[in-house]
């Protein structure tokens, strides 16, 4: 997860570097600590433990996978602390120790899947995803949604593989397959990490465009992007909160501080960037109204509590732990960027029990 988590590492740093330049937090420096559970998933509760128990810090920011999220889960219940968790994620989970910056599936999966239907008028499904629980429950509630749409159980292919996958080409010719009947067909993708790389290369290596079959992804972001040849990527889609592309003043300031503190004007943002960086000035304006770090007094003060995001619209941590986003989907661009080709009409609320029957079912989460 390297290719994604180191990222976020850095603009996080960088963060902690731009409010100690403002005089800190409470007249006082804010120092990070950071460990690195290398992509293990046990090891980010045991990271989280040694933070707070050893290190005595005052707030958790991390995660990328859910399965990482859930391991720090009982961790910071048990011993009351709060983790900021910056990326999309499932739904189906509310905690009094997280608050989740990311989209909820009502705030990126079902609008892409909306406009694949509606727009791009897709008739049979690939939902391909990393073998692990964010992928799976979306998946799920995708093919759900799906049937209740009329889409025939037929026309939906599910597949998982493993994290770090490199033999994509069974996979893909089954794509290929699939999408040979003479109807429109789409690829949901919730692959995660670098196995993305290879599973492009072997679409493009089978002849699998664009335009042909669509891929539309929701862990691609422009740091994925950098690390690939983007030429057979190019009208490939993405669905997220933010793109790096998007014209306002804000973003503009943000990525030009973002490139000169990661060096040579080259860095690129993305939207788990910006999901923390809006948690991040909201934990300082919690710690600000409240004139304490402590657990109670930050999570009593951030309820209600707004900043601008860098669409320059208002974002407003509700009191179930989520925020309200605006949905874009992105199309790669022959220069490594998303052209923005579709937005929502208003910030969406993160619900994550968007599906009611999914509350009883998963009460205690």
Sequence with gaps: MAVSEARLRDALLMM??????RGGLLGRPLEAVVLEPASQWPMYGEKARQLIEREKVAVIFGCWTSVSRKAVKPVVEELNKLLFYPVQYEGREQSDNI??????PNQQALPAVGYLMETMAVERWVLAGTDYVYPRTTNKMLAKFLRGQGVSPDDIMISYTPFGHTDWARTVADIREFGSQGRKTAVVSTINGDANISFYEELAHQG??????PVLAFSVGEGELQKMNVKPLVGHLAAWNYFMSI????????VSNWQSHSGGGQGVTNDPIEAQLI???LWVKAVEAAGDTGTDAVRDAIVGLSVK???????KMLPNHHLSKPAYIGRVRPDGQYGII???AASIPGDPWFDPS???ADKGN
């Design 99 to 104: 608050f989740y910056l990311g989209a909820a």
């Design 342 to 344: 579709w937005s929502s």
């Design 247 to 254: 014209d306002t003043a804000l973003n503009r300031d943000f």
């Design 309 to 315: 995001n860098l669409s320059d619209g208002d974002v």
């Design 279 to 281: 948690g991040f000035q």
């Design 358 to 360: 999914s509350r009883e």
């Design 16 to 21: 902690i570097d731009q409010q100690n330049k």
């Design 208 to 213: 699998v465009t664009a335009q042909d079959i």
